[in-house]
């Protein structure tokens, strides 16, 4: 199967276990779970639950195995981007293409949206499967989501990120920002995976590795593409970075020095990877992908 065939194939699995979680049956408050349905049901490239799939098969395990990390962390990434939407935060109004939830519903449904989504994750990974993991397994994915999207994870970057518009950083307080904001959930996609298959200490080490190289990868291009893209291919506004005055790569290291950039930590992710020969194949095309991808 093609790296497409793949992702589409993710895509419909973790779709289907979303849908099914946040259901159209009848509410105490219908509207909250339709703004949940709007934001978590609205598209979007699904990498960070593709991550969870491949590095799953990368070490033996089954696709059963990955579903419920997979559409644990699409739910929490989808909290995230609703947050992130607010008007308190980046004040965005486009993602995916559609108004931003709190532009579709209100700042306060959309609030709401998030905490619910937020919770949502947990409780997909916390209900028991005893045939697809040990009690101690389950334990490892809770604390690897928790910790990645936490005080020591996402959260804390988005905190540094908001609180430095404007400000000249470092490269090294760049990455380190980004590897909390955004390389975190990439690196704990990978480790989920991982984790839902009983990996090797080897194999743990080398995805963590890969994972911190293509976490950094993904957010140097989504700033070359806040400069680069059109607002009708990204889904969202393009030039908002720059109009708000965001510490980015390329405000940083200049246009062709991001695209450097960019260049080396491809090579350091494939590089990761490459004792494990073909196996390793689909993950280095998902990595491709990152780096080439228009959105």
């Excluded at 005055?245 to 350091?268: R, S, V, W």
Aim: hydrophobic share 45%.
């Amino acid at each position: 199967m093609d790296l497409k065939s793949r992702l589409q194939h993710y895509i419909q699995r973790t779709e289907t276990l979303l849908a099914q979680s946040v259901t159209e049956a009848p509410s105490l408050h219908p509207r909250l779970q339709a703004a949940m349905r709007y934001s978590l049901l609205n598209g979007g490239k699904r990498i960070r639950p593709a991550l969870v799939y491949l590095a799953c098969d990368f070490c033996g395990g089954s696709e059963a195995a990955a579903d419920w990390p997979a559409a644990a962390i699409e739910a929490l990434h989808s909290y995230s981007l609703v947050h992130d939407d607010l008007p308190a935060m980046d004040n965005d109004a486009l993602r995916r293409g559609v108004p931003t939830c709190h532009i579709a519903f209100d700042e306060a449904t959309a609030i709401l949206a998030g905490d619910a989504l937020l919770n949502l994750a947990f409780e997909l990974l916390s209900e028991a499967r005893p045939e697809l993991y040990t009690p101690a397994q389950q334990l490892q994915l809770l604390a690897t989501l928790a910790q990645a999207s936490g005080h020591r994870g996402m959260v804390v970057g988005q905190a540094f990120d908001l609180a430095h518009v404007g400000q000249a950083l470092t490269l090294e307080q760049l990455e380190q920002m980004h590897a909390h904001k955004t390389g975190a959930l990439i690196l704990a996609a990978l480790q989920l995976g991982a984790q839902a298959a009983a990996a090797s200490e080897q194999e743990l080490a080398a995805l963590t590795a890969f994972g911190r190289a293509i976490g950094l990868a993904f957010q140097v291009k989504d700033d070359l593409l806040d400069i680069e893209g059109c607002t009708e291919v990204l889904g969202k506004p393009s030039g908002s970075d720059l109009a708000q005055n965001k510490p980015t790569y390329p405000a940083l290291l200049g246009l062709q020095g991001a695209k450097e950039k960019l260049q080396t930590l491809h090579q350091q992710a494939n590089a990761a990877l490459s004792p494990f020969g073909s196996r390793a194949e689909p993950l280095l095309a998902l990595a491709q992908y990152i780096v080439e991808r228009d959105h």
